[in-house]
């Protein structure tokens, strides 16, 4: 029998765990899983979450992808086949910098145009392709879609902290101290592997330079 965690094992779990099977609360968790798979978007940047998108660019804004919720690179490919770094700027410093979006030229700046999309300055000339790397919110759990990079990766991260946004209608303050602790153990752990993964990543870096 497999101990994966799915959608349906996480709903049975936190009804366990609470001691609540009645249908005022179990109706209640899926809004309380949703609002843990926000949480661990906002508080996780493992290499699970990171995402890479490529494309073209056609004018000076761009849609960011669907569940994007953080920049990690921005490049693109100049007229000399050169792979060129974005620098991440305010809205109000590029729209200073280039005032004028129907003049094109090298793009050099990015910045975020609201939630939704990017600014490109110098609106770029050509239709440079663009590699974009990002961290997303993982795609929501349901019914209908068992598993995600939490279910898989971070169980213990996702069932702690469906249990911490749970207290609040629960009404038990000194559980919600028990599984904040809890969740902040598992963050911990998960921060640990990336930090060995970059400086892994680092020392073979510097060997190679050797």
Not at 179 to 186: E, G, H, P, T, V
Request: include cysteine; charged fraction near 20%.
């Amino acid at each position: 029998m497999s101990e994966a965690m799915t959608y349906s094992s996480l709903i049975t779990d936190v009804q366990t765990y609470a001691e609540r099977d009645d249908a005022p609360f179990v109706t209640q968790i899926p809004r309380f899983v949703m609002m843990c798979e926000n949480r661990i978007a906002s508080e996780v940047r493992g290499l699970g979450l990171q995402k890479y998108v490529t494309g073209v660019f056609a004018g000076s804004e761009l849609a960011k992808p669907a569940r994007w919720r953080e920049t990690a690179s921005f490049n693109f490919t100049n007229a000399a086949g050169e792979r060129v770094f974005l620098q991440p700027r305010t809205y109000d410093y590029c729209r200073a910098f280039w005032p004028t979006p129907a003049t094109t030229g090298t793009p050099r700046y990015y910045a975020d145009y609201a939630y939704e999309h990017f600014l490109i300055v110098p609106t770029p000339s050509s239709a440079f392709a663009f590699e974009l790397a990002y961290y997303e919110r993982p795609e929501p759990l349901s019914t209908a879609n068992q598993t995600n990079w939490c279910t898989q990766t971070a169980p213990q991260l996702l069932l702690y902290g469906t249990l911490l946004e749970a207290q609040p209608f629960l009404k038990r303050p000194e559980r919600a101290a028990e599984f904040q602790a809890l969740y902040d153990r598992a963050l911990q752990g998960i921060a640990q592997e990336s930090s060995r993964r970059i400086g892994a990543d680092r020392a073979a870096t510097s060997r190679s330079g050797e």
